[in-house]
């Protein structure tokens, strides 16, 4: 490919590297020059162009993304169109993500025009999620370039996506006198979740004395009609003659590993019993957050193999968050604080499809829409709560009388959605990590959507974007950390922060919160549909 600045006697069928104005007329970045587009740039005064020209070797940009798609071989796995060089992977089906880790370096090592970027390995995905991005970046790549690859690629899967199965799951709890009976129960409603999530159905529970024989016999009793079975100790395993290790041997199984380099979840038993997985948890296990056990029974539940030398492996990465229940925490230190959210509620738009009512007025359960909204945002713990409001500024201030809510008044809304935002970043306290970008005209989102998104933002350090999603596909609202405040006084017009979250340089968690990510109420149909009524309003 020859790049560079290129006369106009010699630019015919090139392609532009920046946009460039013919007239009054603009000539986009990767546009292909005609020769009408030369004629005009001639016309109005441009002799040359910084442009790229294709070689008799070269490949544009989205015919070589497609040819290196065609040439990858995954499973569970959806590839979108190409465009302006990229194909976005998808995942078919909810599961979790493997990937030939060499494979994926070898080709980004052949040549810099290529790259392929992936989710991290046994990563768990919901359908639909982006799983992986190969982007050309330069307009073209050379045949020579993308022959290597295709020898690379050559009879290895790449990627794939392991879909969960409908695993049957069986729980035994030992006892002790110790042990209270609510703390048991309480177990069973933390695994019968997980294992919901992943596909599975806790089939039945077997709660034996803490000795090895009763132990053993009803691990043989579960066997029989389950998958996994997963031991909760009354107390934790601390050698390999243990109770739960021992009855796994006398059941007739075989345990494989004592311990794991996870923490928290280091005192987990990998065993099995006829080909079944035979698990023995840890006591960390017995809360909802992440720990050991979950690497191990996430994989089980989507027929992936774990060996040994998997678990030894876990230990890079296996530094987890700590628990607060823990006895006797691993580190002394106060924990760090959390970072904190506010939420802008947008309220300053027309509602130019309404027929002259204001959305925002109408009732829901009798309570205008725009106090709902923020209610919601106050209850979600908003560090502030903003109020972003221009059209009929006055009438939705009144209908926010009384709540600890920031007025922010919107001047300029009738030009577009990037103003509010603007005027949202000016609000937002130094002391606030992130903000929470949340429509005012989505009735079906709840307190516990937002802080599901909160507590996400701040389980990372507040430093990723987090993004409501509706079967995979985006929503709203949106939490921006504060490194891209600055960015969004670049946004004009009536655009949103799309193009900041999708620009692909900085990392995006989708959260998954149903319809409600994507119910709005801009018609009257629409707004008597979700349940609200009309009010007439008055000026």
Excluded at 261 to 290: F, H, Q
Excluded at 392 to 417: F, R, W, Y
Aim: proline content about 6%; aromatic content about 4%.
């Amino acid at each position: 490919m020859i790049f560079g600045s290129t006369p106009l006697d010699m630019a015919l069928g090139a392609i532009l590297a920046h946009s460039t104005h013919a007239g009054a007329a603009k000539l986009k970045k990767g546009h292909v020059l005609t020769q009408d587009d030369i004629e005009q740039l001639r016309s109005a005064g441009v002799s040359e162009v910084t442009a790229a020209r294709l070689e008799t070797d070269d490949v544009e940009e989205n015919a070589a993304a497609r040819q290196i798609t065609g040439v990858l071989q995954w499973f569970g796995i959806q590839a979108g169109p190409a465009s302006t060089g990229r194909v976005n992977c998808y995942a078919g089906s909810a599961g979790l993500f493997t990937v030939d880790a060499d494979l994926i370096n070898a080709v980004n090592s052949v040549d810099p025009s290529v790259t392929i970027a992936t989710l991290k390995p046994f990563e768990r995905v919901e359908q639909g999620q982006m799983v992986v991005t190969i982007k050309i970046i330069p307009f073209a790549v050379s045949k020579t370039v993308l022959d290597e690859i295709e020898t690379l690629a050559c009879q290895r899967n790449a990627f794939g996506v392991h879909a969960f199965s409908d695993t049957r799951v069986g729980l035994i709890q030992t006892t002790l006198a110790s042990v209270k009976p609510g703390v048991l129960d309480k177990t069973t409603r933390v695994v019968d979740a997980r294992v919901a999530a992943s596909g599975g159905a806790l089939i039945g529970e077997l709660r034996p004395a803490h000795e090895t024989d009763p132990l053993a016999a009803s691990i043989r009793q579960m066997h029989r009609n389950s998958d996994i079975v997963i031991i909760f100790g009354a107390s934790a395993v601390v050698d390999k003659d243990d109770v739960v290790p021992a009855a796994i041997r006398a059941a007739g199984g075989m345990v494989h590993h004592i311990g794991m380099p996870v923490d928290p979840g280091n005192l987990l038993v990998l065993g099995e019993l006829d080909g079944k997985p035979v698990i023995g948890a840890p006591g960390c296990a017995r809360s909802p957050k992440e720990n050991g056990f979950d690497w191990v029974i996430d994989r089980l539940m989507a027929d992936i193999l774990v060996t040994k030398a998997d678990v030894v492996g876990m230990g890079v990465g296996g530094l987890l968050m700590e628990i607060p229940t823990r006895p006797q925490p691993r580190d002394p230190r106060p924990p760090l604080p959390k970072p904190t959210v506010a939420i802008a509620v947008l309220a300053a738009g027309r509602s130019t499809r309404m027929g002259g009512a204001n959305k925002l007025l109408a009732t829901f359960g009798g309570v205008p829409l725009i106090r709902r909204s923020a209610e919601l945002a106050i209850e979600a713990g908003g560090e502030p709560v903003i109020a972003v409001l221009g059209h009929m500024a006055k009438e939705c201030s009144a209908a926010l009388d009384g709540l600890p809510v920031s007025i922010a008044l919107n001047k300029d809304h009738t030009s577009g959605l990037a103003s509010s935002l603007h005027v949202a970043i000016r609000h937002v306290p130094p002391s606030a990590d992130g903000v929470m970008i949340m429509l005012a005209d989505m009735p079906a989102l709840s307190a516990h959507d937002l802080q599901t998104m909160v507590r996400q933002f701040q389980s990372v350090g507040g430093q990723t974007v987090v993004r409501a999603t509706f079967k995979g596909k985006r929503g709203n609202p949106v939490i921006l950390p504060r490194f891209l405040f600055d960015e969004v006084f670049t946004l004009a017009g009536d655009v949103g922060a799309r193009h900041l979250v999708e620009r692909g340089d900085i990392p995006v968690i989708d959260i998954e919160l149903g319809e409600a990510a994507a119910i709005d109420v801009d018609t009257p149909d629409m707004l008597r549909l979700a349940g609200g009524t009309i009010v007439e309003t008055v000026r």
